[in-house]
C-alpha cells in the first residue's frame, strides 16, 4: 500500500492549492481516503475524508466550505482543492486510509510522504 501527496508550494493569503494523492499497491476504490495535516509543533489533525463506494465527504471546521476532496478512481487518485487558503492552513499534508471518515479513524502509518502548503500573509 503506497500514498504520495503531491501539489504543494508556497501561495498567498486567498490564493488557491489542488493537491494530489496517487494510490497503488490497492483498490482505491474500495477504500475511504482522508486528508491529514501536520503545522510545525502540532499534532497531526484531519482535514478532509471520502468514502468508498458512494463517495460520501467529510470536512472539519476549519475548511469547509473552503476545501473540497474527489476521487478519481480510474486515475487512483484523490484530489484536495484548496481554495481561500489562511496563513493557518499551513502544515504538511498527507493522505492516508481511513477506516471510518464520520468517526475520523484512520489507518495508522498509512500515509507516504506528505507535500508542504506554506501559505504567506
Known amino acids: 500500500v503506497q500514498l504520495q501527496a503531491s501539489g504543494g508550494g508556497l501561495v498567498q493569503t486567498g490564493g488557491s492549492l489542488k493537491l494530489s494523492c496517487t494510490t497503488s499497491?490497492?483498490?482505491?476504490?474500495?477504500?475511504?481516503i482522508g486528508w491529514l495535516r501536520q503545522a510545525p509543533g502540532e499534532e497531526r489533525e484531519g482535514v478532509s475524508c471520502?468514502?468508498?463506494?458512494?463517495?460520501?465527504?467529510y470536512y472539519k471546521d476549519p475548511v469547509k466550505g473552503r476545501f473540497t476532496t474527489a476521487r478519481d478512481n480510474a486515475k487512483n487518485t484523490v484530489y484536495l482543492q484548496m481554495n481561500s487558503l489562511k496563513p493557518e492552513d499551513t502544515a504538511v499534508y498527507y493522505c492516508?486510509?481511513?477506516?471510518?471518515?464520520?468517526?475520523?479513524?484512520?489507518?495508522?502509518?498509512?500515509w507516504g510522504q506528505g507535500t508542504l502548503v506554506t501559505v504567506s500573509s
Open positions: 492516508a486510509v481511513f477506516y471510518n471518515c464520520r468517526s475520523w479513524i484512520y489507518k495508522s502509518g498509512s
Open positions: 499497491g490497492f483498490t482505491l476504490e474500495e477504500n475511504s
Open positions: 471520502i468514502t468508498s463506494g458512494d463517495g460520501k465527504t
